[in-house]
């Protein structure tokens, strides 16, 4: 039987019927990614090309640093994993230990990094992307690498010092989630299911629409993990919502969008909040 389904002969009998799946089947998948598209039509090849030479240039220098202090903190035992049997709750502990803390560690760094001269010094190359894609999430300057993944070395030594080290389990799932999570936010496209932000028990976490709109409008949705801080301070943006319900509804903001962001232009045609007045008034 498999067989006779790999006999050129077969395949010749089965083509009309494959070229029809695999059209549907693009088709879908087509379908599918431009339904989910939250800036449709926005891809420039300029801006690919230099996200592209930006990501090098910092997956490079952060490979020299960031690897080495690694090696360096691990060899002096400031890092030390324990590779002991644990349990799973212990190992969900200690990664929402992690999950909170980096939380809380890159919402106040990025928004001290929209004050100036830190803006202009560290952030503002990640913020030339406007419409992000894959690309954006490594196109960051090699600077604002190290303030970000600064948070690992710094958490894992302290899980020493404190606790003797931090379960090797644990590190195991936090590090590809780090991963994970910066493409999955600048992926452009929302996955997520509509009802997402109508419950409690989702709603706090962020998705790609929140942080699509931080590099579209800039002074809002700060947060890498959770909304939780920019509900506090005042930063979310208030057609987030609305807007991750009809991700094409904010077709109608795309003309003025370049304008928005101090990457293009210094007009903004939406006021900062409240809470985004640190970030709003720093340029
Ligand atoms: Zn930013
Ligand atoms: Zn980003």
């Excluded at 030594?157 to 936010?185: E, N, R």
């Excluded at 028990?201 to 920019?230: C, E, L, M, P, R």
Aim: glycine share 8%; with cysteine; hydrophobic share 45%.
């Amino acid at each position: 039987m498999f067989q006779n389904l790999t006999s050129g002969e077969k395949l010749l009998d089965l083509w009309p019927y494959l070229l029809a799946a695999t059209g549907i089947g693009v088709g879908i998948v087509t379908g599918f990614f431009k339904a989910r598209r939250i800036q449709p039509g926005r891809f420039k090849w300029i801006t690919f090309r230099n996200e592209a030479i930006f990501a090098a240039i910092n997956l490079v220098v952060t490979g020299f640093t960031l690897g080495p202090l690694n090696s360096i903190l691990r060899k002096k035992g400031f890092i030390v994993l324990n590779h002991a049997t644990v349990s799973w709750w212990v190992v969900a502990l200690e990664f929402a230990v992690y999950f909170v803390l980096f939380d809380t560690w890159f919402y106040w760094l990025h928004r001290g990094m929209h004050k100036e001269p830190f803006y202009k010094w560290i952030h503002k190359l990640h913020h030339r992307s406007t419409s992000p894609n894959l690309l954006t999430t490594f196109s960051v300057s090699p600077l604002e690498s190290l303030v970000n993944g600064g948070f690992l070395p710094v958490f894992l030594t302290s899980a020493t010092l404190i606790f003797g080290g931090a379960h090797d389990k644990s590190v195991a799932l936090i590090v590809p989630f780090t991963i994970w999570m910066g493409l999955y936010v600048h992926s452009g496209h929302e996955f997520l299911p509509r009802w997402w932000n109508r419950t409690w028990a989702t709603k706090w976490f962020i998705t790609t629409t929140f942080h699509d709109q931080h590099h579209k409008y800039f002074n809002y949705n700060f947060g890498g993990y959770s909304q939780v801080w920019d509900y506090l301070c005042g930063t979310v943006r208030k057609k987030y919502e609305t807007d991750f319900e009809s991700p094409k509804g904010s077709r109608i903001d795309t003309a003025a969008a370049p304008a928005d962001n101090p990457a293009n232009s210094v007009a903004r045609p939406e006021s900062a909040p409240a809470g985004g007045a640190l970030a709003a008034g720093t340029r």
